[in-house]
């Protein structure tokens, strides 16, 4: 199961763990894997003592950090850093802000105390992103960065590269793999369309042969649907020098999700998921709920780019984190497909033991095959 990326990175399992938990992230490495931070959402500070954290619960053990520089986004390259969300603030129509308020108050969610700080951009552009990335940089035992929606810029891959890091990106097609490749980048993550969070339009089984063919002899990680050993193997078959997970670690005891969150998640099943621009203005797979089926509707205002949409939502999102029980029908619960295989909340060491014996069992599988075509 040692792939030549496995041995670059020191790790044991070829098990990719993406979470914005660092409960989790520890874990999965502790556990031969290779967790990795998703610090989209941190403010500065918290940033911080989460990679701290890590640092401190992994041992011996590397892990990675993923950012959000999105290829295309409003705004972007236009506007002055220092005055970006005031800027960003006067593109968004007041009807948007109020159709978000209102699916809220149809669900007596109630509003925020009075002065709570919020992160309207979260770390959706350069701005945001680059000083969570300068942190992560600090840390020793981070040793890949991961960049989601785009590829990353030159100056960010020569600046990892630098410190010795590998650099990884996540891609939805072949064209954008190759862009990729063509930027430096040393690990591509295809994810299929069934993946939870920002996802394409391209199934995984279909997308993660194209982009290896396409990028080779680049690693590909593979992502999209993965719940299972054997899925593994069926991604190590195709050529893949790992998986890339996300959904299967929001229902591990160790996950900081919200009690509401779990119980929705684990009782959902493969065809509860949807992809919706409602919450970040990019579409992303979620659980469907009356949220994303008001933004549906034909009298609902279009979904801004991002990240304007996000500042439309953020309040909302804070709301439905902090009164999660009242908001059980509208929060934001991205998640893939494979949330209907997953029904039962165990530690993140028994689901990667699990991953690890589906894997052989399947290998075993397939040896049984070709021992019965030689005979
Ligand atoms: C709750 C959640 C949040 C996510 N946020 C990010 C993110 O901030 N950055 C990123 O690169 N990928 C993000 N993703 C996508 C994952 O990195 C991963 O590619 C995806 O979960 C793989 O598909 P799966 O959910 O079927 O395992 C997110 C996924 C989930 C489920």
């Given at each position: 199961?040692?792939?030549?990326?496995?041995?670059?990175?020191?790790?044991?399992?070829?098990?990719?763990?993406?979470?914005?938990?660092?409960?989790?992230?520890?874990?999965?490495?502790?556990?031969?894997?290779?967790g990795?931070l998703?610090?989209?959402?941190?403010?500065?500070?918290?940033?911080?003592?989460?990679?701290?954290?890590?640092?401190?619960?992994?041992?011996?053990?590397?892990?990675?950090?993923?950012?959000v520089?999105?290829?295309?986004y409003?705004?972007?390259?236009?506007?002055d850093?220092?005055?970006?969300?005031?800027?960003?603030?006067a593109?968004?129509?007041?009807?948007?802000?109020?159709?978000?308020?209102?699916?809220?108050?149809?669900?007596?969610?109630?509003?925020?105390?009075?002065?709570?700080?919020?992160?309207?951009?979260?770390?959706?552009?350069?701005?945001?992103?680059?000083?969570?990335?300068?942190?992560?940089?600090?840390?020793?035992?981070?040793?890949?960065?991961?960049?989601?929606?785009?590829?990353?810029?030159?100056?960010?891959v020569?600046?990892?590269h630098?410190?010795?890091r590998l650099?990884a990106?996540?891609?939805?097609?072949?064209?954008?793999?190759?862009?990729h490749?063509?930027?430096?980048?040393?690990?591509?993550?295809?994810?299929?369309?069934?993946?939870?969070?920002?996802?394409?339009?391209?199934?995984?089984?279909?997308?993660?042969?194209?982009v290896?063919?396409?990028?080779?002899?680049?690693?590909?990680?593979?992502?999209?649907?993965?719940?299972?050993?054997?899925?593994?193997?069926?991604a190590?078959?195709?050529?893949?020098?790992?998986?890339?997970?996300?959904?299967?670690?929001?229902?591990?005891?160790?996950s900081?999700?919200?009690?509401?969150?779990?119980?929705?998640?684990?009782?959902?099943?493969?065809?509860?998921?949807?992809?919706?621009?409602?919450?970040?203005?990019?579409?992303?797979?979620m659980?469907?709920?009356?949220?994303?089926?008001?933004?549906?509707?034909?009298e609902?205002?279009?979904?801004?780019?991002?990240p304007?949409?996000?500042?439309?939502?953020?309040?909302?999102?804070?709301?439905?984190?902090?009164?999660?029980?009242?908001?059980?029908?509208v929060?934001?619960?991205?998640?893939?497909?494979i949330?209907?295989?997953?029904?039962?909340?165990r530690?993140?060491?028994?689901?990667?033991?699990?991953?690890?014996?589906?894997?052989?069992?399947?290998?075993?599988?397939?040896?049984?095959?070709?021992?019965?075509?030689?005979?």
């Open positions: 199961m040692r792939t030549e990326l496995c041995r670059k990175l020191g790790i044991e399992f070829p098990i990719f763990a993406f979470s914005h938990c660092r409960d989790v992230v520890a874990a999965v490495s502790r556990a031969g894997g290779f990795v998703g610090l989209n959402g941190f403010l500065p500070e918290q940033c911080e003592t989460a990679l701290t954290w890590v640092d401190e619960h992994v041992g011996d053990k590397p892990y990675g950090i993923d950012i520089i999105p290829g295309k409003e705004g972007k390259g236009e506007m850093p220092a005055k970006l969300e005031q800027q960003l603030n593109m968004i129509p007041p009807e948007h802000r109020a159709f978000a308020d209102k699916i809220l108050a149809d669900h007596s969610v109630p509003r925020l105390p009075e002065g709570e700080k919020l992160n309207v951009l979260l770390g959706w552009t350069a701005a945001t992103a680059t000083p969570l990335l300068r942190m992560g940089l600090k840390h020793d035992k981070v040793r890949l960065i991961a960049n989601a929606l785009g590829t990353p810029p030159a100056d960010i020569q600046e990892i630098q410190t010795g650099v990106a996540l891609c939805g097609s072949a064209k954008q793999a190759l862009a490749q063509a930027a430096g980048v040393d690990v591509v993550i295809a994810q299929g369309y069934e993946g939870g969070g920002h996802t394409g339009e391209i199934g995984s089984v279909v997308l993660w042969p194209e290896i063919n396409a990028v080779a002899p680049t690693p590909v990680l593979a992502a999209g649907g993965i719940g299972s050993g054997a899925q593994i193997a069926a190590l078959a195709m050529g893949a020098q790992g998986v890339w997970t996300g959904s299967l670690w929001l229902t591990t005891q160790e900081d999700l919200t009690p509401v969150q779990k119980d929705l998640l684990l009782n959902a099943g493969s065809r509860d998921t949807v992809r919706s621009r409602s919450f970040t203005g990019k579409t992303a797979r659980l469907r709920n009356d949220w994303t089926e008001a933004w549906e509707a034909p609902a205002p279009k979904p801004l780019g991002m304007l949409q996000g500042m439309v939502t953020a309040d909302a999102m804070a709301r439905m984190h902090r009164y999660a029980d009242k908001a059980r029908d929060m934001f619960n991205p998640a893939g497909q949330v209907g295989q997953i029904n039962a909340m530690p993140v060491k028994a689901t990667m033991r699990q991953l690890v014996d589906e894997y052989f069992e399947a290998i075993e599988r397939l040896q049984r095959l070709t021992g019965d075509a030689a005979e």
